[in-house]
């Protein structure tokens, strides 16, 4: 029992003698850690205000390497023309002033809680409207020093960035917007951004936008020279495509449904002009509404846009609708008036002729209307010539007399007619919109 109680104690003062010499260890560290920082950029050991050497510790420009970490793009403003990202921006480089030693490799590396003590890139984003750090609940900031003098820099920001677009075939449209980043005060003499090698833009995987997908994106330089010298320049292009579907079911088929129901006025009869007249106003000003109300969420450009020419056409079809009622009713009047006529004229007629038959009976005098028993030639000829015509008119031709001469009236014609133009012309319409807009060849830029 006691030899049980022996080795139970002996193992606790290990243990706390253990912990004592690692707690030591620890505090032996962190001084060493402090002497370092303190021989590198403690008091007249470093200026921040001088930039590193270049290569190989020449006078050569300080070479940086640029990486970025896309972790949201919260919304794409197409009235505004600019969109809003967060990312993790990194930088690193190589300053020759910060080597220390590593002492056997125990440090390898160390991390600065101010990174206003050492000299840092002066680089900005050309194309940002608006920006802002992160600082819950400490500044969102990490600087590394390697014992060979590389530093890392992250650091992770919030940016509205302007975005450029071109909407002549907006919504069946795609936009590049970019990332432009570039030295601000340093000449490519003095500072040069470099891609970082390997993936230099990682995107991440639950990115979600709610009208647009990125489809891909790019990696260039935009070096660019100003009066005041030549400035190194990084650039990311980011390939949005909008979601169609959203567009499809809000304005798209609610459109053809309005087309649609203005054609029902051609299948009403021609004097329900009540009837007729307030479906075609009513379709009229609800296409009119609803045309006013795309065009208010997107900027006035002065080129047409797809989906004008769909609202326009569509618009149109619908003023169509109510103008060939204006011409049934014209035709319809004209049609009465003409049928007036004739009643008054076989009125007349018949009038003329029981006035001629009352004469012939006061002289008493009384004919006999016999048929010619020999036929002229002449007739014969005419004859045959009428029956020649009727024989050489195409069989389609007299089926669509046949068919139109069910329709006595022009009015009624008229409307016939509209029931299969309409649908037709907005058929071809549909045909050649959709082939010219879906099926383009995109240009690549």
């Known amino acids: 029992m006691m030899t049980r109680r022996h080795h139970l104690l002996l193992i606790l003062v290990l243990l706390v003698v253990q912990g004592a010499v690692l707690v030591c260890g620890k505090a032996n ?16 050991k470093y200026d921040s205000r001088i930039r590193p050497h270049g290569i190989n510790n020449t006078d050569g420009p300080a070479l940086v390497k640029v990486n970025i970490y896309i972790r949201s793009i919260s919304e794409i403003d197409d009235v505004r023309m600019e969109y809003s990202v967060q990312l993790t921006f990194r930088e690193q480089w190589r300053d020759e002033r910060l080597q220390f030693d590593d002492l056997g490799g125990q440090v390898r590396y160390l991390t600065l809680t101010d990174p206003e003590k050492i000299w840092k890139p002066d680089l900005f984003f050309s194309n940002e409207k608006e920006g802002h750090f992160h600082n819950i609940i400490m500044p969102n900031v990490l600087l590394r020093i390697h014992p060979n003098g590389d530093v890392l820099y992250s650091i992770r920001i919030s940016l509205v960035l302007s975005c450029p677009m071109d909407l002549k075939f907006y919504p069946l449209d795609k936009q590049t917007c970019s990332i432009l980043m570039a030295s601000y005060g340093y000449t490519t003499e003095d500072l040069v951004f470099l891609w970082k090698e390997g993936d230099p833009v990682q995107v991440t995987k639950n990115l979600h936008l709610p009208r ?23 650039k990311v292009d980011l390939l949005f495509k909008r979601e169609f579907s959203y567009y499809l079911i809000q304005i798209y088929i609610p459109c053809c449904m309005l087309v649609i129901v203005s054609w029902v006025s051609f299948w009403l009869d021609q004097n329900a002009v009540p009837a007729r007249v307030s479906l075609g106003v009513t379709t009229l000003l609800t296409m009119a509404t609803q045309t006013s109300g795309i ?46 006529a004739k009643e008054q004229q076989k009125k007349q007629w018949e009038l003329e002729h029981a006035a001629l038959e009352a004469d012939h009976l006061e002289d008493g005098a009384t004919t006999f209307a016999m048929k010619p028993l020999v036929h002229h030639h002449g007739d014969l000829h005419a004859e045959k010539m009428r029956q020649c015509e009727v024989h050489m008119k195409s069989p389609k031709e007299n089926l669509c007399r046949r068919w139109m001469n069910r329709f006595p009236s022009r009015s009624k014609r008229i409307d016939v007619i509209s029931r299969i133009f309409f649908p037709l012309m907005f058929a071809l319409f549909n045909l050649v919109y959709w082939t010219t807009y879906l099926f383009r060849e995109d240009k690549e830029e």
């Open 295 to 340: 065009n208010a969420s997107l900027p006035p450009v002065s080129y047409t846009k797809a989906i004008d020419v769909w609202t326009g056409v569509c618009l149109t079809f619908v003023f169509g609708a109510l103008l060939e009622f204006a011409l049934v009713n014209y035709a319809s009047r004209s049609d009465v008036h003409k049928k007036m």
């Open 212 to 234: 647009f997908t990125l489809e891909r994106f790019f990696t260039d330089y935009c070096t660019s020279r100003t009066n005041t010298g030549e400035y190194s320049c990084l």
């Open 29 to 44: 560290f962190r001084q060493i850690e402090k002497k370092i920082l303190d021989n590198i950029i403690g008091p007249g």
